[in-house]
């Protein structure tokens, strides 16, 4: 049964890993991988692979940047290595350092399984995944046996778990338009947390964080309260640059995603500075008259002209989306509010001959690029008598809030009675309010964002505390989650080189002066370049990069709203509401978006489980002993 289940799984990720595939069977553990060759194409770095002896193996998700002076310090201490490839490195440095001083030199996004079957050794497998959970890992308990994944339809395409939605996360979802971890939208399966690795031995089971964000940045303050100086712009700009140049190292072509705006510019031109080759450049042109403020395409072509690129420009209109729809709801491994445009993006990427490609995500949240940054610093000072403020002046707040976020004031307000910083960074993130959400899914339990976010202010720093539940909540569990999955469904690797953990904890470290400046959106950004980027990026409002949903939801309201209601989890008037309230200017059309998408993924899941259960029902195999079993 373990064998058909771990084939299944690896069936359902096939397209993380199209070019070559390998499984490790032992008494207590098997593992299996799919590979996506971009270091060392050969077969020498097949997976799962074994150390020297044979006594430890790896199936491993993901890249180690740092992997050639770990390579040259592992050898210089007598280990052998039997490929080029860069999570070799895990293996050898496992053995030197055990897996506590192993991580600690870990400069990469990854997720991986380690099992130590050694002489003289208690048999362990260790589940590791990297500090900000750029690489998803899934795990879930099926009787005798632990399943892992790096997606969450693998472990459902098992066919050892029951493929029930989880009611907590639908609420969950409804607030924030994404699930947070550590469980999952499906009952029974979690994700292991960023920074954290599980160690698992017959009988036991444990969990350890490596490490965190805040306690790291503070371990390397320098106490000096001022910030900014120049030494300090200085080492922002050497890790950023150092971290774009360690992102290069690709054995298959590799390009940049281009918005035209300040993260994918200073990518470019970082690219261009340390590429030995003209840097390929990819950005998405909307065909929608009318909507010329959605589209970015002449500054990115200004970004290609300024870096000498290669640039590629993917054409897409109402007719294309409504297309791509069904590959977007397969794709869709976990209900998201958001991911279209990254599956787009990726599948030109793809088609255009790329392996790898540069992500500007985390820009906005190491930066603060976003405009809720500037608000909350701005409400700071009056969130002490905001906690003792009448419900008028609480309705006033509510209503400057809505006024630059489209949404009802109504909604706003129910998070203004209890004042904290969890709420009041809702204010600016959340989807639907508590009430709202009571609306569609009457006698609905509470939804708890969960994580490890604060709810207080953390030494009243409402900023400081709004950025944490910007890593811990929107970053963690919908942009890299929804980067990770619509870019490997292409089989393409995206790298995010402003999540590289060191320049993240230099910028997390410095005061938040040196981050805000009334000209200038995200001004430590700019002064960490060599050199300026064109001033038609920098000097005009801020926007991320969207699809113009506006319009496509309208054209196709009436098909996208029965699909909303067709599982029938949804109060049908309230969805009803929704629609008109959309069609007439009045919601985001992220809302009613989400309801379509939950109700795409939900039969996405139920398909999954129906054929898993079958075929499973169809291998009459006696169960064996305790196992893990991961893809």
Known sequence: MDQVALARMMRAEAHRGPDDEGAFSASRVLLGHARLAVIDLSASARQPMPNETGDVWITFNGEIYNFEALRRELRASGHRFRSNSDFEVLLHGYESWGLEGLLPRLHGMFAFALYDARPLHERKLYLVRDRLGIKPLYYADSKDRLLFASELSAIVASGLISATPAEAALTSFLALGSVPGPGTAVEGVFMLEPAHYMELSEGSRSFHRYWSLPAAAAAGNNNDNNGGRDDDIENVRGLLAESVRMRLVSD?????????????????????????????????????????????????????????????????????????????????????????????????????????????????????????????????????????????????????????????????????????????????????????????????????????????????????????????????????????????????????????????????????????????????????????????????????????????????????????????????????????????????????????????????????GAASRAECTAQKIRPVAWRAVGA
């Open 252 to 608: 298959v072509p590799l390009g940049v995603f281009s918005s035209g705006g300040m993260d994918s510019a200073t990518l470019v031109a970082l690219a261009a500075k340390f590429s030995s080759e003209k840097v390929t450049t990819l950005s998405v042109v909307f065909d929608e008259p009318g909507l010329p403020v959605l589209n970015e395409a002449r500054y990115a072509r200004v970004v290609a002209k300024r870096y000498d690129t290669d640039h590629r420009e993917i054409r897409l209109d109402g007719q294309d989306f409504l297309g791509a729809l069904p590959d977007v709801f397969r794709a869709m491994d976990s209900p998201t509010v958001d991911g279209v445009n990254s599956f787009f993006v990726s599948r030109a990427a793809r088609e255009a001959g790329l392996t790898v490609v540069l992500s500007g995500v985390g820009g906005d949240e190491v930066f603060l690029g976003y405009p809720h940054f500037r608000k909350l610093r701005a409400l700071a000072p009056f969130v002490p008598w905001l906690e003792r403020s009448p419900r008028f002046a609480r309705r006033l707040l509510a209503s400057f809030v809505s006024a630059s976020a489209a949404w009802h004031s109504r909604g706003k307000l129910e998070y203004l009675e209890s004042v904290n910083a969890r709420n009041l960074y809702l204010l600016f993130r959340g989807l639907f309010s508590p009430g709202q959400i009571n609306e569609l899914l009457p006698g609905s339990e509470p939804y708890e964002i969960g994580g490890d976010l604060p709810s207080t202010l953390e030494d009243d720093d409402l900023l400081r505390s709004a950025m944490r539940l910007e890593f811990g909540s929107y970053l963690r569990h919908q942009l890299l989650r929804d980067t990770d999955v619509m870019s490997m469904t292409h089989s393409l690797e995206a790298r995010v080189p402003f999540l590289d953990h060191a320049l993240v904890e230099a910028v997390f470290r410095l005061p938040h002066h040196v981050k805000f400046s009334r000209g200038v959106n995200k001004p430590l950004l700019m002064r960490a370049l060599d050199e300026p980027l064109p001033r038609e990026v920098w000097d005009r409002p801020k926007q991320g990069f969207t699809l113009p949903f506006q319009s496509w939801l309208v054209d196709h309201r009436e098909e996208l709203a029965e699909r909303a209601l067709a599982p029938g989890i949804f109060e049908s008037r309230a969805v009803e509401r929704l629609w008109d309230a959309f069609a007439r200017g009045r919601t985001h059309w992220s809302r009613p978006w989400a309801l379509v998408a939950y109700s795409a993924w939900l039969e996405r899941l139920q398909a999954i």
